[in-house]
């Protein structure tokens, strides 16, 4: 560490001693523009046996529990890069090293589990129904889904995820650590959009060495420093894949797309499946070659969404789709000799004799059975003989149907003809 960059340090610790609360709002605003700071108090960070790390870590603790939303925010972008310092310590078995980071860590949990007045906080999420739509799907492309969904929404069956109560914890050991650490990166992940740069880079890159130091891929990132494997969580695993998703989108293409091969890679040889599952799903909803550059700043996550106006569909079931369907089979392919085709068409003779001792009908009833075929057919030919003419659909129809109505009163009169 660089003389300068300590006096940066240094002036920055003896500022806030001295600084009045009626200035801590405008402080608040400006720190966040101090580039070189942020930069300095990394490389602190960084350093295990610094003479200045525990007067930063209890300065940055300072700032978290003073209520100023932006100096809490100052303090949150730089977990992860605390948190891999105090796995890294505690992965070397040098505890004690790292006793400044874990006091830190530890009061950020403690702050964080209960409200302004003391009482334990319980989150609670409901899990989307996919009844109601949302900028990801609309409820009428899923199809039948949808309404057992709806059924199962109108009876309040919507299903709420608790997290909480969360006991407070005096220090870390080998047993509570990654529920205090995965707790961490959660308040971490909910600030994710007030995060700079910065942070997701440290974010992506600590992801990467924690899943495969000791591990023969370490050699492959050129990783140096501890070569003993970290021992991670599943849910640790996982909050760490949330954060890397918002990089990926965020101007950090290329450091998130290492880190998730780097968790595929650690939850394959762990055989977590949670973490395999998001992991795999993020990576299926990547675009392949879109976004290859990391320096094209922040992006968007591009979602269809259809218009909300009732529309018919194409394939719809209607009257005329019915009608039409019906009579397709009296229509036929258009051709040139359409006319020669259907000119053809025999019409059977039919042998038809009057019964003794029974009275024939006079008039249009007299008519004979072979005659009224000849007078259907001769209507079927008018109907085929243009099929693309749908406007002269329905006379057409209704003719068809009268020489039906005629062959139905001409069968049924008694007394009329025998076959």
């Not at 529920?179 to 990166?185: D, R």
């Not at 029974?358 to 079927?380: C, S, W």
């Amino acid at each position: 560490m660089f003389t300068s960059e300590k006096g940066v340090v240094e002036e920055w610790l003896s500022e806030f001693k001295t600084l009045p609360e009626t200035s801590l709002p405008s402080y608040a605003t400006n720190l966040k523009d101090k580039s070189s700071l942020v930069s300095s108090l990394y490389k602190v960070i960084q350093e295990p046996q610094s003479e200045l790390l525990e007067p930063v870590c209890h300065q940055l603790f300072e700032f978290y529990r003073s209520g100023e939303e932006q100096l809490l925010r100052f303090t949150l972008q730089f977990l992860p890069e605390l948190i891999w310092c105090y796995l890294a310590v505690s992965a070397s078995r040098n505890v004690h090293s790292s006793g400044c980071i874990e006091a830190l860590l530890l009061g950020v949990y403690n702050l964080e589990i209960v409200d302004k007045q003391g009482h334990s906080k319980v989150l609670s999420f409901t899990i989307p129904s996919l009844s109601k739509p949302s900028v990801y799907h609309e409820p009428s492309s899923i199809g039948s889904m949808a309404l057992t969904e709806s059924a199962l929404s109108q009876h309040g069956l919507s299903k709420v995820v608790y997290s909480g109560p969360h006991p407070q914890r005096e220090m870390l050991t080998a047993q509570n650590r990654f529920e205090v650490l995965t707790f961490l990166l959660l308040c971490y992940n909910a600030a994710l959009t007030y995060m700079p740069s910065v942070s997701l880079q440290s974010l992506c890159q600590i992801c990467s060495r924690i899943c495969v130091c000791g591990y023969p891929r370490q050699h492959v990132r050129k990783y140096k420093g501890i070569s003993s494997r970290v021992p991670v969580s599943s849910g640790f695993m996982v909050q760490m894949l949330t954060g890397i998703y918002f990089a990926f989108y965020n101007g950090e293409w290329d450091l998130a797309q290492k880190a998730l091969d780097d968790i595929i890679y650690r939850a394959q040889l762990e055989l977590y499946p949670e973490p395999l599952l998001v992991a795999n799903a993020i990576q299926a909803s990547l675009p392949h070659g879109a976004m290859k550059s990391s320096k094209e700043g922040t992006r968007c996550i591009q979602v269809e969404i259809t218009p909300t106006s009732s529309r018919i569909s194409r394939n719809a079931v209607t009257s005329m789709s019915i009608r039409g369907h019906r009579w397709k089979r009296h229509e036929q392919p258009d051709s040139n000799n359409d006319t020669t085709e259907l000119g053809i068409l025999v019409i059977p003779e039919i042998s038809v004799t009057n019964v003794a001792g029974e009275r024939t009908g006079n008039g249009e009833k007299g008519r004979t059975l072979g005659e009224i075929d000849a007078q259907h057919l001769q209507g079927v030919q008018e109907t085929a003989t243009d099929p693309r003419t749908e406007s002269k659909g329905l006379p057409e129809i209704r003719r068809q149907k009268s020489v039906r109505k005629m062959m139905e009163d001409g069968i049924s009169s008694p007394g009329r003809v025998q076959f």
